[in-house]
């Protein structure tokens, strides 16, 4: 039933992008996609009737449906009969309110699934932003995701245009293999559109810690931003992407420089929330790979706290990285003992080697703590985080480490608007 119900949803898709002819923006990448997905869906809304894949709908089921224009309905009937009523309605009357532009978030998860969305849709601008560990118990190397990846800009015909993350060298690679024109973005020299002279709120201390200014520079041509709601490099990278995009479609540099202003990550990407005490909480529990981890507990490193105060690195089980399980999570436990975090919380029975890389460097063994399951962590923390402490809550999906923040955050009763996996499928 499954396979009949992605074939209809497949021809669906198809026919009603046939009709209608918007341009389609792909995006792709191990890490960064979905906050790349809402930066462009979010600079491009100021201009643009836009449509953006929802929640992580980004696989066979959930591309079709975005292009609809409906959330899946589960298992009920009905609600798939009404989907295929509004395809109907669609192909058989002109919709003049249908979307001028679709940015559409494209996942991989196992070899061959680019091969299928790309057969879905005709990809006009593909954005890479990244590839790394994630999914590599699947693909076998890291050679293998970046082919995956890959696809995206091969299936751009000379008319298109292929956005790469340039500071990643198997991003940048992939521009041998396109036929389009290529735009670069990065932090480094040789990027097409940089950002550059970066600063953050949190290393001035008095705890302001979300707020970013830097320069957009396009190929010499400046203007300043400031991203009020941003604390994290990573966030930079998903605005590039999004000023990239924004150009192709004639917005000037003001123009994206005022969008990006009030852009805020989707919930779980390092968002700070306050937290019970008077601590502060960097909610990155959406998903974790190395890099991802590695990046974060920088970023906790970088923080300006007060005297007495503590840092917190609060890591699960980092998941689906296959061969690369226990040096990754080595690494990053050999991160936080360099970068001086005070404290490393363990969670799960692959975060024991975030332990053993932790203690390896140099972290006391006292500072140390390990627990099964998130919701003894959260209750530990309680009583151990004191006013002004400062706590990195990172992991992988399947860790569910939004328990943790949830216990640890000052408004609780806002947990369904501020974090990940909130809704009735991941309260069971």
């Given at each position: 039933?499954?396979?009949?119900?992605?074939?209809?949803l497949?021809?669906?898709?198809?026919?009603?992008?046939?009709?209608?002819?918007?341009?389609?923006?792909?995006?792709?990448?191990?890490?960064?996609?979905?906050?790349?997905?809402?930066?462009?869906?979010?600079?491009?809304?100021?201009?643009?009737?836009?449509?953006?894949?929802?929640?992580?709908?980004?696989?066979?089921?959930?591309?079709?449906?975005?292009?609809?224009?409906?959330?899946?309905?589960?298992?009920?009937?009905?609600?798939?009969?009404?989907?295929?009523?509004?395809?109907?309605?669609?192909?058989?009357?002109?919709?003049?309110?249908?979307?001028?532009?679709?940015?559409?978030?494209?996942?991989?998860?196992?070899?061959?699934?680019?091969?299928?969305?790309?057969?879905?849709?005709?990809?006009?601008?593909?954005?890479v932003?990244?590839?790394?560990?994630?999914?590599?118990?699947?693909?076998?190397?890291?050679?293998?995701?970046?082919?995956?990846?890959?696809?995206?800009?091969e299936?751009?015909?000379?008319?298109?245009?292929?956005?790469?993350?340039?500071?990643?060298?198997?991003?940048?690679?992939?521009?041998?293999?396109?036929?389009?024109?290529?735009?670069?973005?990065?932090?480094?020299?040789?990027?097409?559109?940089?950002?550059?002279?970066?600063?953050?709120?949190?290393?001035?201390?008095?705890?302001?810690?979300?707020?970013?200014?830097?320069?957009?520079?396009?190929?010499?041509?400046?203007?300043?931003?400031?991203?009020?709601?941003?604390?994290?490099?990573?966030a930079?990278?998903?605005?590039?992407?999004?000023?990239?995009?924004?150009?192709?479609?004639k917005?000037?540099?003001?123009?994206?420089?005022?969008?990006?202003?009030?852009?805020?990550?989707?919930?779980?990407?390092?968002?700070?929330?306050?937290?019970?005490?008077?601590?502060?909480?960097?909610?990155?529990?959406?998903?974790?790979?190395?890099?991802?981890?590695?990046?974060?507990?920088?970023?906790?490193?970088?923080?300006?706290?007060?005297k007495?105060?503590?840092?917190?690195?609060?890591?699960?089980?980092?998941l689906?990285?296959?061969?690369?399980?226990?040096?990754?999570?080595?690494?990053?436990?050999?991160?936080?003992?360099?970068?001086?975090?005070?404290?490393?919380?363990?969670?799960?029975?692959?975060?024991?080697?975030?332990?053993?890389?932790?203690?390896?460097?140099?972290?006391?063994?006292d500072?140390?703590?390990?627990?099964?399951?998130?919701?003894?962590?959260?209750?530990?923390?309680?009583?151990?985080?004191?006013?002004?402490?400062?706590?990195?809550?990172?992991?992988?999906?399947?860790?569910?480490?939004?328990?943790?923040?949830?216990e640890?955050?000052?408004?609780?009763?806002?947990?369904?608007?501020?974090?990940?996996?909130?809704?009735?499928?991941?309260?069971?």
């Amino acid at each position: 039933m499954k396979k009949i119900l992605q074939l209809k949803l497949k021809i669906a898709a198809k026919l009603i992008l046939h009709k209608y002819k918007p341009v389609v923006v792909g995006i792709t990448g191990s890490i960064g996609k979905s906050s790349a997905k809402e930066a462009i869906y979010h600079v491009l809304q100021k201009k643009l009737n836009v449509r953006t894949s929802f929640k992580n709908y980004n696989n066979e089921i959930g591309l079709p449906l975005t292009v609809i224009g409906l959330e899946s309905p589960g298992r009920n009937i009905l609600g798939w009969i009404q989907v295929f009523a509004k395809t109907l309605n669609l192909l058989f009357f002109k919709d003049e309110l249908y979307p001028q532009v679709l940015v559409l978030e494209m996942g991989i998860d196992r070899p061959g699934d680019m091969e299928y969305l790309t057969s879905i849709v005709k990809i006009d601008i593909a954005v890479v932003t990244s590839v790394s560990y994630s999914h590599l118990e699947y693909f076998g190397n890291l050679q293998n995701i970046k082919k995956e990846k890959q696809v995206l800009v091969e299936k751009l015909d000379s008319q298109g245009l292929a956005i790469l993350n340039y500071d990643s060298e198997s991003v940048k690679e992939m521009a041998e293999f396109s036929k389009a024109r290529i735009l670069s973005y990065g932090l480094k020299d040789g990027a097409d559109l940089k950002a550059q002279d970066i600063v953050y709120n949190f290393t001035r201390g008095s705890y302001e810690l979300s707020g970013i200014n830097f320069k957009l520079n396009d190929k010499g041509s400046i203007v300043p931003v400031f991203m009020h709601n941003i604390m994290s490099e990573p966030a930079l990278y998903s605005a590039l992407a999004a000023a990239a995009v924004g150009l192709y479609f004639k917005m000037n540099l003001v123009e994206i420089a005022s969008a990006l202003s009030d852009f805020s990550l989707p919930a779980g990407r390092m968002n700070l929330l306050p937290g019970i005490k008077h601590s502060f909480i960097i909610d990155d529990t959406y998903n974790s790979s190395p890099e991802a981890a590695i990046s974060a507990v920088n970023i906790l490193g970088e923080i300006s706290i007060d005297k007495g105060a503590h840092k917190y690195a609060v890591m699960g089980d980092m998941l689906e990285i296959g061969s690369y399980t226990e040096e990754g999570h080595r690494l990053v436990g050999k991160t936080i003992s360099e970068r001086k975090i005070d404290y490393l919380i363990s969670v799960g029975e692959k975060a024991r080697d975030f332990m053993r890389g932790a203690k390896d460097a140099g972290l006391d063994a006292d500072n140390i703590f390990y627990f099964d399951k998130p919701e003894d962590a959260g209750r530990f923390l309680q009583n151990k985080i004191k006013e002004g402490d400062v706590l990195l809550i990172k992991g992988s999906q399947g860790v569910r480490m939004e328990k943790i923040v949830k216990e640890l955050m000052a408004e609780p009763e806002r947990a369904a608007e501020l974090l990940v996996r909130q809704d009735k499928k991941w309260q069971k």
